[in-house]
């Protein structure tokens, strides 16, 4: 198979999935198979590309001429390899575990589910292999577009709030300032193709340049930068392996690397640095880092708690974007791969948590490591891996971010990145912790007597407090597969890292 | 014969109309109409081709020589106008069979039938015409028999709406006829190239100036210009619902079409367009339609009017395109009369579909529809998106030149108001949407039942191609750009 041909394949066969799909919708086992195996073929078909873009090669793939000398193309360059190989291989770990999750938990309108997730999947890979701004953007719409449903899937009152700020503030800060710079870029520059070393030198003054990184930046709302975070924590209603894949991997991760690809294909690294216009992104990606931090720290659903580390976590790689030095770019790049698999391994958890005791509150889950020793082992494994410590792989792109904080001569970003660190201990480790050594009676009784759900699942818990109680393997099995991918990052950080440094030292 | 077609164009129409009159059988006066649109629609497409490969036709009416016969004069802006006219008209046509019987009582569908031809010769002469005071007479019998046709709906207050457009119709169609006696007692000439090349040389004049504003007051009523509009909600909203998509597709295009002509062509030689302050008030009154007519629609009940309320603001987007007085500005526009048609026309068409199934198209009734109507809310659904302006659609094109014409301008605050006025588009589309999908059908209406294929197919056509052409949009801006040099290029 030649490579340009996997390249068109990866893009179709998530969406020839979200065809199939619905057609086999009688038989669920039918229809679960068809997602495994598109994920399957989809990695399959990442691998296929990878040797090309490891050796240096940037393969281009030509489709169709959408406006007069605007066309829509593929181009997979180095970034783009990372995202497309991420996203795609956690892909398959979440469609295991949506199998046991979905049907533990009798969701409905599973189809659905899948279908559009499987289309949230190919313009996620149509976002990784965008050879200009146009083609990305699209890609960037169909991803807000096909996940909507997914946020408001349970179609409660609740769903349909939180569904309606996802699409105000994705659509609106993509359609309100995204749009504009793109159209902007096209008028200045007369292209919009990614290019190394920046299509805008020479063709924007300094302010000029200034204000479209903000439209950039601002207007890219899948980034998650404060002020326009809030649709994160409201896309936390949605089914965990939405929060999971989604909400962890695929549609913020689509955030920062076009905040990436911005900066380093659109601007060019020297060319922002010489301006220095990027400076006062990089004060409002720290206040994010921290003002997140401190907000996830007073959180005690664990999905929320998790959504706001989140939102810290991507301001890291925003702020590596906006050092515009070499290591901080690489950095960025590495905390995509390395920040995906610890945050999937916690909403995991999360989930399991959730289906096999019926837990959402932080505070209830004193003693859970008792009944779940191994979802708690791996979600130990997983904070380690977000906070930045050895022996897991999140550890390199924090070494990364905080050298490029040095290289740039800013030794306060050093001081925030710490500070963050810090915070995610405090927020982070005393779940797992206290799910080990403490007992479940220790819990506070649950405040929301109302629900009566919660309250009898409490109940039921009191009956048999020392069995184990894990989710269903499939759970099990992707919760250990990310787990584990975490530690293999460590010792093998080497293809993230030769990848990212083709992209400052080509 | 080819040489013939500019008269044919208009001319089979016209005839044909009292022929429905004639055959009076609801079935007959249907496949009269079709048959002639279509065959309009390939006469429409040939001249375009014509156009595009030698350039201007002139075709003297009755070889009475212009300046003192009326001269046809087509270029790609009419040819262009002349092919949206009639590829809407031949959609619309199987279309209206269904709609038309359940919505106009049996013994009045055949003067629906006559009067959608001679609105459609209407629209076409209005194309095709290269005479001011022939471009007035054809005005009127399009306006004459739009009247008729919105008054034909089954709803009282379609009475009422028709009668207040004929109000404001007609003193529309009366200033613009007192703009053109002005302008003749000026030049001594009707025919548009002669006034072109005269023009300039009167144009001081307070009679030029005063001529240029009954122009600008006329032609702003008939293309329900902000604040002009105000006949255009109950007559959209209450009008059949064939007539609604095809008054909304064609209609107020053909009279930006005729803006433009007189603004460009008419007075292209003269700088009181250009340099004066017509721009200016142009472009206030524009943004006024884009934000004020998008705000009203977010609080419509009534899911038609909310969409007259939006073509109210996307004919705020045309304008806007026509004050810039730039190629692209104009090219925008030009574009967004194409593609505007084809979307709107399409969501018109998913209203009559809902009205021929449920029986009424207020928000409350939309209840479970994503279920009970799946293939039409999903042409709602997608047709919406387009008028949102998502990647990939027609309305994608016209808002990304739009905003890069604005751009090129410096204008900030046009490019803001485009764009707030597209998030205003997702308001008022996403209301509907969520109580078609996550309200619960009501009860005892539970089961799907979808209008018939008749319906659909023609919906989807227009649904379709305001995909379709919005992911190979090279062709349509082709035409838009060459359209919009060609009225830059001065007189013809």
Same mark, same amino acid.
């Given at each position: 198979m030649t490579v340009e041909l996997a390249i068109i394949l990866a893009v179709a066969v998530p969406f020839a999935g979200a065809v199939l799909i619905p057609l086999a919708r009688a038989t669920p086992n039918?229809?679960?198979?068809?997602?495994?195996?598109? +994920? +399957?073929?989809?990695?399959?078909?990442?691998?296929?590309?990878?040797?090309?873009?490891?050796a240096g090669g940037v393969p281009e793939v030509y489709l169709f001429e959408m406006l007069p000398g605007l066309s829509v193309f593929f181009l997979v360059e180095p970034l783009g390899m990372i995202f497309a190989g991420v996203a795609s291989f956690l892909w398959i770990a979440t469609s295991v575990y949506s199998i046991g999750y979905m049907r533990g938990h009798n969701e409905e309108n599973q189809t659905r589910f899948y279908a559009c997730f499987?289309?949230?999947?190919? +313009?996620?890979?149509?976002i990784a292999f965008a050879g200009n701004m146009l083609t990305l953007f699209i890609f960037y719409e169909v991803l807000t577009l096909s996940t909507f449903p997914l946020v408001a899937h349970a179609g409660t009152e609740d769903a349909k709030r939180a569904g309606r700020v996802y699409l105000g503030v994705l659509l609106g800060t993509s359609l309100g300032f995204q749009l504009l710079a793109i159209i902007w870029t096209w008028t200045l520059a007369g292209t919009l193709d990614f290019t190394d070393g920046g299509i805008l030198a020479g063709k924007a003054d300094g302010l000029t340049a200034g204000i479209l990184l903000a439209l950039y930046t601002f207007g890219i709302g899948k980034a998650a930068l404060m002020p326009f975070h809030r649709w994160l924590p409201s896309a936390m209603v949605a089914p965990t392996p939405v929060s999971a894949l989604l909400h962890a991997v695929a549609v913020v991760k689509a955030g920062v690397f076009t905040v990436v690809k911005v900066v380093v294909y659109i601007f060019g690294i020297d060319f922002l640095f010489d301006i220095g216009v990027s400076e006062w992104l990089q004060y409002m990606a720290a206040a994010t880092i921290l003002i997140a931090s401190l907000v996830a720290m007073t959180q005690d659903n664990l999905k929320a708690r998790l959504a706001y580390s989140t939102i810290s976590?991507?301001?890291?790689?925003?702020?590596?974007?906006?050092?515009?030095?070499?290591?901080?770019?690489?950095?960025?790049?590495?905390?995509?791969?390395?920040?995906?698999?610890?945050? $999937?391994?916690?909403?995991?958890?999360?989930? +399991?948590?959730?289906?096999?005791?019926?837990?959402?509150? $932080?505070?209830?889950?004193?003693? $859970?490591?008792?009944?779940?020793?191994?979802?708690?082992?791996?979600?130990? $494994?997983?904070?380690?891996?977000?906070?930045?410590?050895?022996?897991?792989?999140?550890?390199?792109?924090?070494?990364?971010?905080?050298?490029?904080?040095?290289?740039?001569?800013?030794?306060?970003?050093l001081g925030v990145l710490m500070v963050s660190s810090l915070l995610n201990v405090a927020y982070l480790l005393p779940i797992p912790f206290r799910g080990f050594f403490s007992s479940p009676e220790e819990n506070p009784p649950l405040k929301s007597s109302h629900d009566h759900d919660r309250e009898h699942d409490h109940t039921h818990d009191h009956d048999r407090p020392n069995g184990i109680k894990e989710a269903p393997v499939a759970c099990l099995i992707a919760i250990g597969v990310t787990s584990a991918g975490c530690l293999v990052l460590f010792f093998y950080p080497d293809p993230v890292y030769e990848l990212m440094r083709m992209i400052v030292a080509p | 014969m080819a040489a013939h077609y500019p008269a044919l164009q208009v001319v089979l129409a016209l005839l044909a109309a009292p022929v429905c009159l004639i055959l009076r059988r609801p079935n007959a006066a249907w496949a009269v109409a079709t048959v002639i649109t279509w065959i309009s629609l390939a006469l429409a497409l040939s001249l375009l081709g014509r156009v595009w490969e030698t350039g201007v036709i002139l075709y003297p009416m009755g070889d009475w020589a212009a300046p003192w016969g009326i001269e046809y004069q087509i270029d790609t802006v009419n040819a262009f106008m002349?092919?949206?006219?009639?590829?809407?008209?031949?959609?619309?046509?199987?279309? *209206?069979? *269904?709609?038309?019987?359940?919505e106009i009582e049996e013994e009045r569908i055949y003067l629906f039938y006559c009067m959608y031809l001679l609105n459609l010769a209407g629209l076409l002469g209005i194309a095709i015409t290269g005479d001011v005071f022939n471009l007035f007479v054809f005005l009127e019998i399009s306006s004459l028999s739009s009247y008729v046709m919105i008054s034909l709906g089954r709803d009282k207050r379609a009475l009422t709406a028709a009668y207040r457009y004929l109000v404001?119709?007609?003193?529309?169609?009366?200033?613009?006829?007192?703009?053109?006696?002005?302008?003749?007692?000026?030049?001594g000439t009707l025919n548009m190239a002669d006034l072109a090349t005269i023009l300039p040389a009167v144009a001081d004049s307070r009679t030029v100036m005063v001529a240029l504003g009954f122009l600008t007051v006329g032609l702003g009523l008939k293309l329900a210009l902000f604040p002009l509009h105000l006949w255009l909600p109950n007559a959209y909203a209450y009008a059949p619902s064939a007539v609604t998509v095809f008054l909304a597709a064609t209609g107020t295009k053909v009279a930006v079409y005729a803006f433009i002509r007189i603004f460009f062509t008419v007075f292209g030689g003269v700088e009181i367009f250009t340099a004066g302050v017509i721009p200016e008030i142009l472009a206030v009154l524009a943004a006024l339609a884009m934000i004020?007519?998008?705000?009203?629609?977010?609080?419509?009940?009534?899911?038609?009017?909310?969409?007259?309320?939006?073509?109210?603001?996307?004919?705020?987007?045309?304008?806007?395109?026509?004050?810039?007085?730039?190629?692209?500005?104009?090219?925008?526009?030009?574009?967004?009369?194409?593609?505007?048609?084809?979307?709107?026309?399409?969501?018109?068409?998913?209203?009559?579909?809902?009205?021929?199934?449920?029986?009424?198209?207020?928000?409350?009734?939309?209840?479970?529809?994503?279920?009970?109507?799946?293939?039409?809310?999903?042409?709602?659904?997608?047709?919406?998106?387009?008028?949102?302006?998502?990647?990939?659609?027609?309305?994608?094109?016209?808002?990304?030149?739009?905003?890069?014409?604005?751009l090129e301008k410096g204008w900030w605050l046009a490019v803001a108001v485009i764009l707030v006025s597209s998030l205003m588009a997702v308001i008022y589309i996403w209301r509907v949407v969520e109580v078609a999908y996550f309200r619960?059908?009501?009860?005892?209406?539970?089961?799907?039942?979808?209008?018939?294929?008749?319906?659909?197919?023609?919906?989807?056509?227009?649904?379709?191609?305001?995909?379709?052409?919005?992911?190979?949009?090279?062709?349509?801006?082709?035409?838009?750009?060459?359209?919009?040099?060609?009225?830059?290029?001065?007189?013809?």
């Open positions: 039918l229809r679960e198979t068809v997602t495994l195996v598109c +994920a +399957a073929l989809l990695f399959y078909l990442v691998s296929v590309i990878y040797p090309t873009v490891a499987a289309i949230a999947l190919g +313009a996620a890979m149509g976590q991507l301001s890291y790689i925003i702020l590596g974007a906006m050092l515009v030095t070499d290591l901080g770019v690489i950095g960025s790049g590495m905390h995509i791969a390395m920040h995906a698999f610890g945050k $999937i391994t916690l909403f995991f958890c999360a989930g +399991a948590f959730m289906i096999a005791a019926h837990k959402t509150e $932080i505070s209830q889950m004193r003693g $859970i490591g008792r009944a779940m020793p191994f979802t708690t082992l791996a979600f130990f $494994i997983g904070s380690l891996s977000v906070i930045g410590l050895p022996p897991m792989g999140g550890l390199w792109s924090k070494w990364y971010l905080a050298l490029g904080t040095l290289e740039a001569g800013k030794l306060w970003l | 002349l092919v949206i006219v009639t590829l809407i008209g031949s959609v619309v046509m199987p279309f *209206a069979r *269904a709609s038309v019987e359940a404001m119709g007609t003193i529309g169609a009366t200033f613009y006829l007192i703009g053109v006696g002005m302008m003749y007692m000026m030049t004020g007519a998008s705000a009203v629609a977010i609080y419509q009940t009534d899911v038609k009017r909310l969409l007259a309320y939006s073509s109210i603001a996307q004919i705020g987007y045309m304008v806007l395109g026509i004050s810039m007085v730039t190629v692209t500005g104009l090219a925008g526009t030009i574009v967004h009369l194409f593609n505007h048609a084809i979307m709107k026309g399409g969501l018109f068409m998913a209203m009559g579909c809902i009205l021929f199934k449920i029986g009424s198209v207020q928000l409350d009734q939309f209840e479970g529809l994503g279920k009970r109507m799946p293939v039409t809310m999903a042409a709602f659904v997608a047709g919406g998106f387009s008028l949102i302006g998502v990647p990939l659609t027609v309305g994608f094109v016209s808002k990304w030149y739009l905003v890069q014409a604005a619960p059908p009501p009860k005892g209406s539970a089961e799907v039942s979808e209008a018939p294929l008749s319906m659909l197919v023609p919906l989807w056509i227009l649904i379709g191609a305001s995909y379709y052409f919005g992911i190979d949009a090279t062709r349509t801006l082709d035409i838009a750009f060459a359209a919009a040099e060609s009225l830059f290029g001065g007189p013809l």
